[in-house]
Structures are given as C-alpha cells and as structure tokens.
C-alpha cells in the first residue's frame, strides 16, 4: 500500500514559481513511477509529468515542456514538481500517484488528495 499527500500549492501571479512536493508513506516508494496530473475546472484530468522509479527517465506534457520539472528524493519518499514560468492556464488541482509502470496514462493506482495551484493574471 502507498499513501500520497501534495502540499506546495497556493496562489501565484503569472510568471511566478511554486514547488510541489508529494510525500509517501510505505517503504516500497523507491519501487513506482511517479506522475503528477492536474484538473482545471470544467475539464478532464490531464497528464502533466512522469518520472521513473529511479529518477533517471522522465516525460512531459508538451504544454509544460520547458516550464516544469520532476524530480524525486527516494530517501524522503517524495517527489517534487517545480513550476517556472506559471500561466493563468496552469490554474488547477494537482494529484501526485504511483505507478508500478513508467507510462503517462494507464495504471496509476495510488492517488494523493490534491493542492491546488491558482495563478493570477
């Protein structure tokens, strides 16, 4: 079993950063990819990043490409997402969840809570 809970979210102004963390519980962290995944009002759930079980593959969505990135601390059981460069349309909740598989969609069967991340225009 793992337990995820975000924290780091707030309100920003556009073009500002902010730092999600994720902390796990369960002495099998070391052992999933990690994705972080965000939901604006009104809209699907969308993929954001991805990061392996080892830190050293990680994907994006195009739409963050350049502006985020993903990173984790095994020894803290926590993952990370750092976001420069924040837009009014990065307004959304983000999930942080655990995947057995490095994949963008399929197979994340752990969920945090949520933090939601509003940036002002």
């Known amino acids: 079993q793992l337990q995820l809970a975000e924290s780091g979210g707030g309100l920003v102004q556009a073009g500002g950063s902010l730092r999600l963390s994720c902390a796990a519980s369960?002495?099998?962290?070391?052992?999933?990819?990690m994705g972080w995944f965000r939901q604006a009002p009104g809209k699907e759930r969308e993929f954001v990043a991805v990061?392996?079980?080892?830190?050293?593959?990680?994907l994006y969505a195009d739409s963050v490409t350049g502006r985020f990135a993903i990173s984790r601390d095994n020894a803290k059981n926590t993952v990370y997402l750092q976001m420069n460069s924040l837009e009014p349309e990065d307004t959304a909740v983000y999930y942080c969840?655990?995947?057995?598989?490095?994949?963008?969609?399929?197979?994340?069967?752990?969920w945090g809570q949520g933090t939601q991340v509003t940036v002002s225009s």
């Open positions: 990061i392996s079980w080892s830190g050293g593959s990680t």
């Open positions: 969840a655990a995947n057995r598989r490095f994949t963008t969609t399929l197979g994340y069967g752990y």
């Open positions: 369960g002495r099998t962290f070391s052992s999933y990819a």
